[in-house]
């Protein structure tokens, strides 16, 4: 079981809301990445960083912005929320060598009406 | 970025047969790996092969590459209701470690 958590896990919400996406892991990794995904669909990469104070646009683009002020927080926040944002969004951590393998939280599934 | 492609979509069998799902991608590589995913929940790492493998074993999966044809298969032998799930494979092009997932096969284990 990985020590990657996320919260909430479920969260309705209505159009227009600001929202932050909560991800944290305790496994000491300094990569850290946000994945969008879609029911049935591939992941897409919207955002990552390789440490503290560094935060990378995706190959998706995404209206949301991330922050990573800690080693072990990556949040995710939406400014203004749009039904379009209606998706799951699954955090994940690596290490930077060694075991390239990513780790998962358990995923925020979020539902803007 | 690599787009691993997996196929067959989607595949029903009974427990106790094997299930075989392929993966193939467009650029070179640094390693391939496979993951599993069950409803609604986050992915789970099963297996890592690297670009100089061919072969590669654990419990019951077994995963080869061809990276002459680009393409990666994943067997499950002997399976159990438990294998329900989604697999994907993620291609890492190597140096930065961002993976490029695949669209995933759906596996049905029939009790």
């Known amino acids: 079981e990985a020590d990657i958590y996320q919260t909430p896990r479920y969260l309705v919400i209505g159009t227009g809301k600001k929202i932050t996406l909560e991800c944290s892991q305790t496994?000491?990794?300094?990569?850290m990445y946000w994945y969008q995904q879609d029911p049935g669909m591939e992941l897409h990469l919207i955002h990552y960083?390789?440490?503290?104070?560094?935060?990378e646009k995706g190959d998706l683009s995404s209206e949301s912005t991330v922050s990573r002020i800690r080693t072990e927080h990556f949040p995710l926040t939406l400014e203004s929320a749009r039904p379009s944002h209606t998706s799951q969004y699954l955090c994940?951590?690596?290490?930077?060598?060694?075991?390239?393998?990513?780790?998962f939280g358990p995923g925020t599934r979020l539902t803007v009406l | 970025s690599q787009q691993g492609e997996e196929d067959p979509q989607a595949l029903s069998i009974q427990e106790g047969e094997n299930a075989t799902m392929n993966c193939s991608y467009k650029?070179?590589?640094?390693?391939l790996q496979w993951y599993r995913q069950n409803s609604g929940r986050g992915l789970v790492h099963l297996i890592l092969?690297?670009?100089?493998?061919r072969e590669k074993h654990s419990g019951r999966l077994r995963v080869t590459l061809d990276t002459s044809k680009k393409s990666s298969s994943l067997l499950i032998t002997a399976s159990r209701a438990a294998d329900t799930a989604s697999y994907f494979c993620?291609?890492?092009?190597?140096?930065?470690?961002?993976?490029?997932f695949g669209k995933g096969n759906q596996v049905v284990v029939i009790p």
């Open positions: 496994m000491g990794h300094d990569k």
């Open positions: 092969i690297r670009s100089n493998e």
């Open positions: 993620a291609t890492d092009g190597g140096g930065n470690n961002r993976l490029a």
């Open positions: 994940a951590s690596s290490r930077w060598t060694g075991r390239p393998e990513q780790f």
């Open positions: 650029t070179s590589i640094n390693n």
């Open positions: 960083s390789y440490g503290v104070n560094s935060t």
